[in-house]
């Protein structure tokens, strides 16, 4: 259950939830993407928790973190959801 994405040209390899959750991430980029959103849109096929939707969150933000390139964070909105912000290249 790989999926490929592409990070200042290195590969990343992701789950199919990971993908899931960077797409909705980044389609609420600069802005919170509610935990609700996060998880009907990363639970389509399967159970899905909100300790299940951390974990996930943690293992991407390790990817995008290790494939270099420019920085993206991931931040959390205790109560809201998630932010995905990408820093300005200089």
Do not use: W
């Not at 969150?57 to 912000?85: D, F, N, W």
């Amino acid at each position: 259950n790989q999926a490929l994405a592409t990070k200042a040209g290195i590969t990343l390899a992701l789950t199919r939830m990971e993908l899931r959750l960077l797409y909705c991430l980044a389609e609420h980029r600069g802005r919170v993407a509610p935990t609700d959103r996060l998880l009907a849109f990363a639970s389509k096929s399967e159970e899905f928790s909100s300790s299940g939707l951390k974990t996930h969150i943690s293992h991407l933000r390790q990817k995008l973190a290790a494939a270099g390139g420019q920085p993206v964070t991931i931040k959390s909105r205790q109560m809201l959801g998630y932010i995905l912000e990408v820093a300005d290249p200089k």
